[in-house]
């Protein structure tokens, strides 16, 4: 199976890091092939400018991501919850990646104000986020903005049905032993949805 992992915190040696770290490692374990982005550490321009907008041609760097994502069975997604959105990196990946002609299309005729068609054929998506907001208040509170988001707005309607988000949280006071169980949750998910 071929998946996508795309990283989005700023800090190397964080546990986002770390957790993307668990993700590769154990794909590779079962067998899995895939391609792996960490944003930040690439420099990736998130600014979508009124250009690419309106073409279909985008430069050399987008166009690859582009593939990728049209190639990806799966695909995983790490950030940290700044503001119950991720990272503007990741928020400017989702702008030039996700696309028109790639990721989604309209009925012919449709002039972009209907339902779109998703096209992506990977059967299965996991998000995984750190927060410091305790998940009651997160849900309760805000709405969890964060799993609308990636369900419904995005991997739903871009045809990518099968959707799981894992939030670990307090990563502020959490201890290492806390974080090591993390980890084991973090293979074990995908393990799950990627056997």
């Known amino acids: 199976m071929n998946v996508l992992v795309i990283l989005a915190h700023p800090t190397p040696g964080s546990f986002n890091h770390a957790v993307a770290e668990t993700v590769v490692n154990t794909l590779e374990r079962l067998g899995h092939s895939g391609v792996f982005h960490d944003l930040y550490a690439e420099g990736f321009d998130p600014l979508l400018l009124s250009e690419e907008i309106i073409t279909d041609e985008v430069d050399a760097v987008i166009a690859g991501h582009c593939e990728q994502l049209e190639a990806a069975d799966g695909i995983v997604l790490v950030h940290p919850n700044w503001w119950g959105m991720p990272p503007a990196i990741l928020k400017g990946w989702v702008d030039r990646v996700i696309r028109p002609e790639v990721a989604y299309r309209f009925e012919e005729g449709d002039g972009g104000e209907g339902i779109p068609l998703g ?77």
């Open 119 to 195: 096209l992506l054929k990977a059967k299965a998506a996991i998000v995984f986020n750190t927060s410091n907001t305790p998940q009651p208040r997160e849900r309760d509170v805000f709405g969890d903005p964060l799993e609308n988001l990636w369900k419904t707005c995005i991997f739903d309607l871009c045809g990518v049905k099968k959707f799981h988000r894992r939030n670990f949280t307090v990563v502020v006071t959490s201890t290492a032993e806390e974080r090591k169980g993390w980890l084991g949750e973090v293979a074990a998910l995908v393990g799950q949805v990627f056997p």
